[in-house]
């Protein structure tokens, strides 16, 4: 089973304030990496999907870079709003091609205090 | 486009009883997958589909059956339900294997007494 690490577990910040974190995988064998918010009482929507190393995606204010070398990718979010609470998972495939299944991290819960 | 649907949203079972949770998604996605979610321990793969007439084992597959007669249905059944299976399940579908996001349903809250 490969691992996929998030930190911090959880963040509390300010309204406006900008935040980031982390996801861990393996750097070996990579296919993808997918970030996913994910709100409470709904259910995890996609944010990005990142496939080459040196990727940068961008969604509003929140925006999400890639190192496959090393193994990390790092979440942005510029100027927190309330509406921004939520845990942000990211998700590593164990395989490709046809069998193409994704592991989750544990996320990190965010929580932006107005 | 509903998505992704499942039926029921909420369900309590006895222990040693039967039951099937239905997915439904209507966007004509290849690759179905049921999750379950416990605190602590993120989302985990049960089973998956990656078209109609197939299944496959996830991470934790024991104590479930899957089916998938049509390809806009993915069932997950718990055919002796156990307290071990209490948990949150969500049912999720994707376009194609490979770097596709997965559209996620409402979930399913199951508890077994």
Redesign the interface.
């Known amino acids: ?1 490969l691992n996929v690490e998030q930190s911090p577990q959880s963040l509390h910040v300010q309204e406006g304030d900008s935040t980031n974190f982390t996801c861990s995988f393996p750097s070996s064998n990579f ?2 990496l ?1 970030w996913y918010r994910w709100e409470t009482a ?5 944010l990005f ?1 990142m ?1 080459l190393n040196g990727d940068e995606k961008k969604k509003g204010r929140i925006s999400a870079t890639l190192n496959t070398k090393e193994g990390y990718s790092y979440l942005y979010i510029k100027g927190s709003q309330p509406e921004d609470s939520a845990t942000y ?1 990211c ?1 590593f ?1 164990i395989s ?12 990190t819960l965010l929580t932006v205090n107005p | 486009n509903a998505g992704v649907t499942q039926t029921p949203k909420f369900r309590v079972l006895k222990t040693g009883q039967s039951m099937t949770l239905l997915c439904a998604q209507d966007m004509n996605h290849e ?1 179905m ?1 049921w999750y379950r979610q416990d605190p ?6 049960i089973h ?1 589909s ?1 078209g109609e007439g197939t299944t ?1 084992k ?2 934790v597959p024991d104590g479930y059956n899957v089916s998938r007669l049509k390809k806009q249905n993915f069932l997950l059944g718990l055919e002796s339900a156990a307290p071990s299976q209490t948990s949150v399940y ?1 049912c999720a579908s994707s376009y194609f ?11 399913t809250r199951l508890t077994v007494t």
């Open positions: 089973i296919y993808a997918h709904k259910s995890p929507e996609a999907v496939t998972l998700a495939p490709g091609g046809s069998n193409y299944k994704l592991t989750f991290g544990k996320g | 690759y997958y602590g321990m993120g989302l985990r793969l998956y990656v496959a996830g991470e969500f294997a490979g770097p596709y996001e997965q559209y996620f349903g409402p979930g």
